[in-house]
């Protein structure tokens, strides 16, 4: 596609101007106006994977080194490589690995942004939330809203993972992070486990409640996920791009269960091919069952990867990706599209090849 940008031959005259008013710090648009508005995302953030079998021995070396209490937080952070030191997955989120082992406490804090917790491996721990213990299972996802008191523990045996995506560089970009520590190591217990799913998880909610930013049903299961996964596929028609995919969200308000993150599960049937897809949210997956390949990028920067169990993939902003399917495959997946849409700037492309030029649907 031509630009129908207009080209202006620089002059001396121009140039003593530009000079002049760089005093007063002054920039003329003119010369920057072809970065500040592209026809199209420019992103820095790469495709890319990370193997949970090769990262695993590294995260359980880290507990003989350092202690969840000496490190507030034991995580790995999944840093992208076309995003060196900036600590996030994507342009607009974080990922880690975080560990908790036996007897181990993860001290109390809050903090401005919101994150999820998806389960990868282990049994016997939770997470407290403003005092209420949410017990943690493979595959469960659970929500932290933003400035809510959280802590971990571990009561099992072995050690335990999951999978950490917070908004942190959305809410850095705001310049709104906020953090504090809890003055007396845990916040302690004020609601019985399981208060979250009694109020807000059986399609009924307290009469006197108003919605909040958040959900506040702060676990989905993955038991529960499962069953209506398997249940939804012998009767729905697979979508050519997602085959089967069903969104977290608030049960009072049918909004994203998280306001800047939206999260999904998604069932892809054994031999499924999809359709070309990109979107502008970054996205990132982690591999709950399954075997297969996603193919990512266009043309000469087209990266294909392989995929099985726990591993974690990066699918960047505006990037066309497609899944060919080996195991049937269930992914989670968070991204940013819940802020996009609440500020009116999410898009999507299906289908029509890599080169596609076709318009936005």
Not at 60 to 75: D, H, K, P, T
Not at 224 to 229: G, I, K, Y
Not at 339 to 359: C, F, N, V
Request: with cysteine.
């Amino acid at each position: 596609m031509k630009s129908s940008r207009r080209k202006h031959e620089p002059s001396p005259e121009l140039e003593s101007y530009r000079q002049k008013i760089a005093g007063q710090s002054l920039v003329p648009l003119w010369e920057r106006l072809g970065e500040l508005l592209t026809e199209e995302p420019r992103i820095r953030s790469v495709p890319h994977i990370w193997r949970y079998d090769a990262l695993r021995p590294l995260l359980l070396e880290s507990a003989n080194l350092i202690s969840a209490e000496q490190a507030e937080r034991r995580v790995l952070i999944l840093e992208n490589p076309g995003l060196e030191g900036s600590s996030a997955a994507t342009e607009s989120l974080f990922a880690g690995l975080q560990l908790v082992m036996p007897g181990e406490i993860a001290p109390s804090h809050r903090h401005t942004p919101a994150a999820l917790r998806f389960i990868i491996e282990g049994d016997g721990a939770y997470t407290a939330v403003d005092g209420e213990k949410l017990p943690m299972h493979v595959g469960d996802f659970i929500v932290t809203p933003s400035w809510r008191w959280h802590d971990h523990g571990h009561d099992g045996s072995g050690p335990f993972v999951w999978l950490d995506v917070l908004d942190l560089p959305t809410v850095r970009n705001a310049c709104a992070i906020f953090f504090e520590e809890y003055p007396n190591y845990r916040y302690p217990e004020s609601r019985a486990s399981g208060d979250n799913v009694y109020r807000f998880g059986s399609n009924m909610r307290p009469v006197d409640y108003k919605p909040s930013a958040s959900s506040p049903l702060l676990c989905f299961p993955y038991e529960q996920s499962r069953v209506a996964l398997e249940q939804l596929k012998r009767h729905a028609a697979w979508d050519p791009c997602h085959a089967l995919k069903m969104e977290f969200v608030d049960p009072t308000t049918g909004s994203a269960a998280i306001p800047t993150i939206s999260t999904y599960i998604q069932l892809l049937p054994q031999g499924f091919s999809s359709e070309p897809y990109r979107s502008t949210e970054g996205t990132v997956f982690c591999v709950i069952e399954g075997r297969g390949n996603v193919t990512i990028g266009r043309g000469d920067a087209r990266t294909e990867l392989s995929y099985r169990p726990r591993d974690i993939v990066v699918v960047p902003c505006w990037q066309p990706h497609r899944f060919v399917v080996d195991d049937e495959t269930v992914l989670f997946s968070a991204s940013d599209r819940a802020a996009q849409m609440r500020l009116g700037l999410w898009r999507e492309l299906r289908g029509g090849g890599y080169g596609a030029t076709a318009e936005v649907e």
